[in-house]
């Protein structure tokens, strides 16, 4: 082995192992190079070792578990962002124990290290009254209101992640009766999910408006920004907070500040659990 086979190893990491063989999403490729970016921070900035010098002989448990604390004292990170970076670490020393198997105890010791336990949150959810109200805040009148409700009952009646609402194209609606939707999530599986009649009205009027009901624009994004580019999870993260704090100026209601747009799927989880189990 070379004296720095770190370095060999980490960019076989990103460039074969994990969109080769695991086939591991773009989001994820990303996570995972924040943080070895954070961890090469780490290590030059308190280890007084650049990047291009660091080599396996610099890793142990115990510099790991510093990183970790750093990573919460230094940088500020709650425990959930903590943990996905020790997942990643791990996922990086299984590769290396395989690749690399004279450095097998030191990665035994590494893939060892526990995630730190957190208080789970409890789960939000708006009810009926409060979707409803959601829903009526876009100015329908406008181009960009008109969009935006597409957004926001596609979330709620489609139960879809905001990457996968995202990602979605015109090919992934079924307009003919019953309406479905094709979301492909995590890891990479696709699923077929039903439209209320109202949803999928809604979205048609929008394609058709947008021109995206034509065959030669299948691919191009269902939602896109005024740049024409796929709408992001930061784009549709910032269209729900507008209009959460839109109806609670108004005094119309009281939904929760910090609502998410996974919260919505979990309301469409609720409301189908009232629906069959409390004869809502």
Known sequence: ??????????????????????????????SYRDTFSKLLK?????????????NFSHFS?????????????????GISTRNQRLAALRS?????????????????GIIAIRSKRREKPVIQYLNKEEIRLLLAQPDTTTRDGRRDLAILALLY????????????????LRAISPPT????????????????????????GYMAERGLDHPNRNNDPLF????????????VSYILKKYVEQANSEDQGNLP????????????????????????
């Not at 020393?93 to 004279?102: H, I, L, N, S």
């Not at 919260?263 to 189908?272: D, E, G």
């Open 92 to 108: 990086f020393f299984r590769y290396v124990q395989v690749e690399c198997p004279e450095h097998l105890l030191l990665c035994q």
């Open 181 to 204: 939707l094709k979301l492909t999530g995590k890891p990479r599986k696709s699923r077929f999910v039903p439209l209320s009649e109202r949803s999928a009205a809604i979205l048609l």
């Open 257 to 280: 500040p910090s609502l998410t747009p996974h919260c919505l799927r979990h309301s469409k989880a609720m409301r189908y659990c009232f629906r069959n189990y409390c004869k809502d």
């Open 224 to 235: 896109a920004n005024r740049q024409g580019l796929k709408l992001t999870r930061g784009g």
């Open 1 to 30: 082995m070379r004296k720095y086979d770190f370095a060999q190893c980490l960019t076989n990491f990103f460039a074969v192992q994990l969109p080769g063989h695991l086939n591991v999403s773009k989001n994820t490729i990303y």
């Open 42 to 54: 780490f290590f030059k900035e308190n280890r007084r070792i650049p990047p291009e010098k660091l």
């Open 61 to 77: 448990r115990a510099a790991i578990e510093d990183f970790l604390l750093w990573l919460e004292n230094d940088c500020g990170c």
């Open 157 to 172: 009646d489609s139960a879809a992640r905001v990457q996968e609402l995202c990602d979605l194209t015109p090919a992934c």
